[in-house]
């Protein structure tokens, strides 16, 4: 395998397919200090293809970890420069384009930290971003998050690091569609599909959806105005582009307030910077009433007290297990990945875009809709090929949609 042709080609496919770097843009790149090397190629690939600037932000995971540890006080915790809002706020009002580049160094880095402080760490870094979230889930500018293999990450996939990097890869290339003569007609092709699966769904116009598996009798409420999106966006200003590398599924925003039954998850999930397993929640109302989990529950709790939004639904994903991700037969310990694996529901903030004219809705207003506001977003996958899932009508009457995983629609 000629590892390098496939990482180049993957480099351009994030350029200039995912975010579709337009002429004269400036283009921000967040990451972790071990991804120097791909940052770099990402960046010859966009001053290429006519970037005015593109700009690195580095993060240190381990240094992280030093502050959770050692801090000599709680309360610093949660201070965050305030520079760092000013600086996000310019990046929406400026147009940048911006690239999420995840692939940890440290896959387990906050295994064993105090909850209390993670969460109290993490909340106030929340804050800080949610208006940049804010805008990039309205799509205000062109965004991607994307992952290239770390040592550690693969090693903890694969099961050990012997030959790696080739061993990752030949996982790694059909998911991302680089086997392919043309990746980008293939992401193209992809994303038509995608998008008929969403058209069925907001024709239907479902009142509820409804996933019934092994531990899981789970009712999803919806509302006359959600839309279903997947694959391919576009800003407010019309430049199309794919939030996700890889993406497989189709999701929408739920009623807050109507979510009931239980659920259990179907892969671990990583909740503030912890590897979560065996995850499982009962909904009352729209709210998680109860929960557990087989490894971490104090992480878990930590996580649901975040806020009021953290306990209700912003987000229901649908997922056939055909993708190429959920046939690789691994677990990625990643959410990009491991999203697009298996059906999944989002506990924390909801999405304007999948409202509508949600994106041109105020605070307020989407709150009158119902769709939940939370400092977090967190997905829980609880797809499997023992899991269907049905769309009730208001008259109670159901219709499959998805049978042992796979769509029937």
């Known amino acids: 395998m000629d590892i390098d042709k496939f990482i180049r080609k993957y480099a351009e496919i994030i350029v200039e397919t995912a975010i579709n ?21 990402l ?8 970037a005015s600037i593109v700009s690195l932000d580095y993060s240190d995971p381990e240094l992280d970890r030093l502050r959770i540890d050692i801090s000599r006080d709680d309360e610093y915790l949660g201070f965050v420069p305030s520079h760092i809002e000013d600086m996000y706020d310019c990046y929406l009002k400026d147009g940048w384009s911006s690239i999420s580049l995840r692939g940890p160094e440290f896959p387990d880095i906050m295994e064993g930290a105090d909850p209390a402080r993670v969460g109290k760490a993490s909340r106030a870094r929340s804050k800080v971003m949610r208006r940049f979230l804010k805008g990039i889930s309205a799509n205000r500018i062109a965004w991607n998050v994307c992952l290239y293999p770390s040592e550690a990450w693969a090693v903890k996939v694969l099961g050990s690091g012997e030959d790696w990097e080739s061993r990752i890869w030949e996982v790694l290339v059909p998911i991302l569609r680089l086997d392919s003569d043309d990746p980008r007609a293939a992401w193209r092709e992809h994303d038509t599909e995608l998008k008929r699966r969403c058209e069925y769904m907001n024709r239907a116009r479902y009142d509820r959806i409804h996933f019934k598996g092994p531990d899981t009798d789970l009712y999803v409420g919806m509302a006359p105005n959600r839309i279903f999106a997947g694959g391919s966006c576009a800003t407010q200003k019309g430049v199309e582009f794919f939030p996700n590398i890889p993406t497989e599924e189709i999701f929408s925003t739920p009623d ?3 979510t009931e039954g239980t659920v259990k998850t179907t892969r671990p999930v990583e909740v503030l910077g912890t590897q979560i397993t065996g995850a499982w929640f009962r909904f009352s109302a729209g709210k998680v009433v109860e929960f557990g989990a087989d490894t971490n529950r104090g992480i878990l709790e930590q996580y649901l007290g975040f806020d009021d939004g953290a306990r209700a639904l912003g987000e229901v994903a649908l997922v056939d297990a055909n993708s ?8 990625f310990y990643n959410i990009l ?10 506990l924390g903030n909801g999405y304007a875009d999948c409202i509508e004219n949600g994106t041109r809705m105020s605070d307020d207003e989407l709150e009158k809709t119902r769709c939940n506001s939370s400092l977090v977003h967190t997905d829980f996958m609880i797809g499997s090929e023992e899991v269907s899932v049905f769309g009730v009508r208001e008259d109670g009457s159901e219709e499959k949609i998805i049978e042992q995983g796979i769509f029937v629609i």
């Not at 770097?21 to 190629?41: D, V, W, Y």
């Not at 960046?43 to 006519?50: C, D, F, L, M, Q």
């Not at 999203?339 to 989002?346: D, G, L, Q, R, V």
């Open 21 to 41: 770097l337009q002429e004269g843009a400036p283009l921000l790149i967040r990451t972790e200090i071990a991804q120097r090397k791909f940052a770099k190629m």
């Open 43 to 50: 960046t010859e690939v966009a001053y290429s293809k006519g």
């Open 256 to 258: 807050s307030a109507r």
């Open 324 to 331: 190429p991700v959920f046939r690789s037969g691994k677990i």
């Open 337 to 346: 990945f491991d999203e697009n694996a298996a059906c999944h529901i989002a």
